[in-house]
């Protein structure tokens, strides 16, 4: 089966620039989740999704971040506008159970200059 | 509060030595998940242990290896006769079922294989 697919892979933006990551969750996954990594450092959680709903954004700076789920399936991750600290990874991940251990994309690499 | 402990940065071996990584966690739920991850230079995590805290038996697959004991809380990984394609970063996360279902994630530790 696919994987959890994510583009770009690569974005340089300059910043105050807005910037959107895509996300595309294995079929049959109802939580999705972003996380983001800063360099040298483990993933941390921005938002979780059950289906459409968002029900855990409580990491998410909410001034210039944004996401949004249509369908249940796919989800964007927007930032606007992009500061320089907002430069990292930005992984998304899937699961049917979440328990079981998530299945992670490949993230994007986001470079803000 | 809850937190995952990686003290190794960043770990040398010289191919076909055994390597041990350390994890020591720190939550006050009773019911928890531990899980290994790899990140390989090409970026995506990749999953490769899932243990919950009612288990405390050791497992093995293959060249890996992992040590759980809840009473020093730690969640230990060995490569035995460690490759160069083992060299990545590992990451040690923890999971609560009575939380957010989020992962706390260790600080990772590279490992660098050589030939």
């Known amino acids: 089966e696919a994987g959890v697919v994510q583009s770009p892979r690569y974005k340089i933006i300059e910043k105050k620039q807005p910037v959107a990551f895509w996300c595309n969750p294995i079929?049959?996954?109802?939580?999705l989740y972003w996380y983001r990594q800063n360099l040298g450092q483990g993933p941390e959680l921005l938002i979780r999704?059950?289906?459409?709903?968002?029900?855990?954004d409580s990491q998410l700076p909410k001034d210039r971040f944004s996401a949004e789920r249509l369908k249940g399936v796919d989800s964007t991750l927007k930032i606007q506008p992009a500061e320089l600290g907002d430069s990292a990874v930005y992984l998304c991940?899937?699961?049917?159970?979440?328990?079981?251990?998530?299945?992670f994309g490949s993230g994007t690499r986001l470079t803000v200059v | 509060a809850q937190k995952v402990t990686q003290a190794q940065t960043e770990i040398s071996v010289v191919e076909k030595e055994d390597v041990t990584l350390d994890c020591v966690y720190e939550?006050?739920?009773?019911?928890?998940?531990l899980f290994w991850y790899k990140q390989p230079p090409s970026g995506e995590l990749v999953f490769l242990i899932r243990?919950?805290?009612?288990?405390?038996q050791n497992e093995i697959s293959g060249r890996y290896s992992w040590n759980f004991q809840k009473s020093t809380s730690s969640f230990n990984f060995t490569i035995t006769a460690s490759q160069v394609v083992d060299s990545a970063v590992y990451f040690c996360?923890?999971?609560?079922?009575?939380?957010?279902?989020?992962?706390?994630f260790g600080t990772g530790t590279r490992l660098k294989v050589l030939a």
């Open positions: 999704y059950e289906n459409e709903e968002a029900v855990d």
């Open positions: 079929s049959g996954h109802n939580t």
């Open positions: 991940a899937s699961s049917s159970d979440r328990v079981h251990g998530y299945t």
């Open positions: 243990r919950n805290s009612f288990d405390e």
């Open positions: 939550t006050r739920d009773t019911t928890y998940y």
């Open positions: 996360a923890l999971s609560e079922p009575s939380g957010t279902y989020k992962y706390i």
